[in-house]
């Protein structure tokens, strides 16, 4: 029942399909269906059966029989829907390390899912065969919250991960999956770009537990050109998750050439001791030629090296390295005593000395979520 495409696209982004080390992952019952049809929550009805759609920073316009920019939501005769709702093409159990989320539960897993769609282009995205595809392209299971969170509960799996494509574009799917979570003391956990208007956002965050967001670039130059959206609703949401209180973390994709610049990673590290604190985690992560940005160069590992420099020279007490298993910058030192706290070796933790969210040599407060 699993078409050649659906597997070579939950291959590519390392989230098999139907199994994890061998073992099916889904209930007996579990059915392959081409998308479901769910009333979308955020959008607005105008004249001549038109709507606004109010998810994203597009606001796309969309008139009747026709869909929105991410490709996964429709208006249908003046009412719009989402197609992708309960109807995940791709779910893996993985580390919690992998998302990546370093002060969130370490060494945990997460059971983790994603479906069609994006509400941006990335020219170098690693998971275009979904997150470029429409919902009758791909394979899909029909999978309701309950059910998903069934599955983490068998998978020993304390959280539950939307991520793989875009997760904003099933929104709705996300925040019913985090309430039933929260019922059975399950966490849910939002892998994001942060393209995503103020209201849904608010509405993620009373279910949640924590969130990442992909900041592509410090520069509107890198977002028009090469992602196809705008910086400054992306910043706005790290904002926004500021002032909820939510626990968050950033990667940032050192490109080289394009956002690797001293200067830009030096205006983006005092931005984020401005704005955000010292204490948000930041991960600067290797880039590797992908989708239609092969013509470059992995990034250097100096490059990445001198990034977390950067952040520490700005102030910030957790700046990592990430896709460079063994540098040092894989690692939580605390930031008052220089303790070595927790030792990773890529995405297997080999050492965690954290107490009750304390340093044990100075007894320095660790922000994170840790039991």
């Known amino acids: 029942m699993i078409t050649r495409r659906c597997f070579l696209a939950s291959a590519a982004c390392a989230a098999p399909l139907l199994s994890v080390a ?8 579990v059915t392959v269906e081409k998308g479901g049809t769910v009333e979308a929550r955020y959008y607005e009805k105008l004249p001549n059966r038109k709507i606004r759609c109010n998810l994203c920073p597009r606001s796309c316009v969309i008139d009747d029989l026709e869909r929105g920019y991410c490709g996964v939501r429709e208006n249908r005769g003046g009412t719009y829907y989402t197609l992708v709702y309960g109807h995940p ?5 993985d580390p919690i390390e992998k998302k990546p989320l370093f002060h969130f539960l370490p ?4 059971l983790s899912l994603g479906t069609a769609g994006c509400n941006v282009f990335c020219k170098f995205c690693q998971n275009w065969e979904i997150s470029q595809s429409r919902p009758e392209q791909l394979e899909a299971m029909e999978i309701p919250p309950e059910r998903m969170v069934e599955m983490a509960r068998r998978e020993n799996c304390p959280a539950i991960a939307c991520t793989y494509n875009e997760p904003v574009v099933f929104a709705e799917y996300m925040h019913d999956i985090a309430l039933s979570a929260r019922r059975q003391g399950i966490r849910t956990v939002m892998i994001s770009n942060g393209y995503i208007q103020k209201k849904p956002m608010l509405d993620l965050c009373r279910s949640l537990s924590a969130v990442k967001i992909d900041l592509k670039a410090f520069s509107e130059r890198f977002y028009k050109e090469l992602v196809s959206g705008e910086l ?7 904002v926004l998750l500021r002032g909820e209180q939510i626990w968050f973390e950033i990667v940032y994709l050192v490109i080289p050439g394009e956002n690797d610049s001293r200067t830009e990673l030096t205006s983006l590290c005092r931005w984020i001791a401005a704005e955000l604190g010292m204490d948000v985690p930041i991960h600067f ?12 160069p992995p990034t250097p590992v100096k490059t990445l090296q001198e990034a977390r420099k950067i952040g520490l020279e700005a102030g910030l007490n957790f700046v990592y390295t990430g896709n460079l ?4 910058g894989e690692n939580t ?12 070796l890529g995405y297997t933790v080999v050492e965690n000395r954290i107490k009750s969210s304390h340093c044990p040599e100075c007894k320095t407060t ?6």
């Not at 298993?325 to 040092?328: F, L, T």
Request: with cysteine; glycine share 6%.
């Open 285 to 296: 992560t290797r880039f590797y030629p992908q989708y239609r940005m092969t013509n470059l």
């Open 232 to 238: 400054r609703p992306v910043l706005d949401t790290l």
């Open 107 to 110: 060494a945990s897993r997460a």
């Open 333 to 344: 030192l605390c930031p008052t005593c220089h303790a070595l706290l927790i030792r990773r």
């Open 366 to 371: 660790i922000p994170g979520v840790w039991k």
């Open 325 to 328: 298993p063994g540098d040092e």
């Open 22 to 29: 061998g073992r099916s992952v889904f209930p007996a019952s």
């Open 89 to 93: 093409c791709s779910i893996h159990v």
